[in-house]
């Protein structure tokens, strides 16, 4: 059973450029779960998505940032104008369906660098 | 609001040591009280976790210790092995809502 897999690993966009990453969530798993990690720091959750449905983005900035889950393939994190503070580690999980959902099953993490 | 602090964000123990990390919160309505082992390159893995009704558990070398009345908790990793060498997470669950809460890491080196 594959992990949670998510693509590209590592992300080079200028200033003003769209990042768009890609998680597919372990086979099975309806929950999805985004996270932003800051050099030298915590995990900052960012939306919760189950299929086709947004279902907490409290996280998420108001402006430039959108995710999706849709019915056939991976969630996305879109990130439109990029600035350099966006640099960070972005983290995908997911979860079963059933308890305990504190069990989540994190990717390796896409690697956002914007110059 | 930052609801889980972590300490220390660091610490250096001695192989066949004890590394101890400590996590306070402040919301109340919280479920679980999970840790995550983080290597460098790679995501998160769950750890152990525990609920607010348990005062410790246990897992190997793995400890939770929980204090109700404080909004304290605290892991303990006893007989320290160089593979345990880590970016260690506290984490505060929320069933409602299904929201994970992660303090801010604590890095241990652990040294032969």
């Known amino acids: 059973n594959a992990g949670v897999m998510q693509n590209p690993r590592h992300l080079v966009r200028r200033r003003g450029q769209e990042a768009r990453l890609r998680c597919s969530p372990m086979?099975?798993?309806?929950?999805v779960y985004w996270y932003r990690q800051l050099p030298e720091e915590g995990l900052k959750f960012m939306v919760y998505?189950?299929?086709?449905?947004?279902?907490?983005e409290s996280g998420m900035p108001k402006e430039r940032f959108s995710a999706e889950f849709p019915k056939e393939g991976p969630s996305i994190l879109r990130i439109q104008q990029v600035v350099r503070g966006d640099s960070a580690a972005y983290f995908c999980?997911?979860?079963?369906?059933?308890?305990?959902?504190?069990?989540?099953?994190f990717g390796p993490g896409t690697r956002l660098t914007v110059t | 609001q930052q609801q889980v602090k972590q300490s220390p964000q660091s610490l250096i123990v001695q192989k066949g040591g004890i590394s101890i990390i400590n996590c306070a919160y402040e919301n109340t309505a919280f479920d679980y009280f999970p840790w995550y082992q983080q290597f460098p390159g790679k995501g998160p893995a769950l750890l152990i976790a525990i609920r607010p009704d348990v005062s410790e558990k246990k897992e190997g070398r793995f400890t939770i210790s929980f204090n109700k009345s404080a909004k304290q908790f605290s892991l303990h990793i006893m007989d320290s092995q160089p593979g345990d060498s880590a970016t260690y997470f506290c984490a505060a669950y929320k069933a409602a809502g299904n929201k994970l809460t992660f303090g801010g890491g604590t890095r241990v080196l652990v040294k032969p």
């Open positions: 998505l189950q299929k086709e449905n947004i279902i907490d």
């Open positions: 086979k099975g798993h309806s929950h």
């Open positions: 999980a997911s979860s079963p369906e059933g308890f305990p959902r504190y069990e989540q099953y």
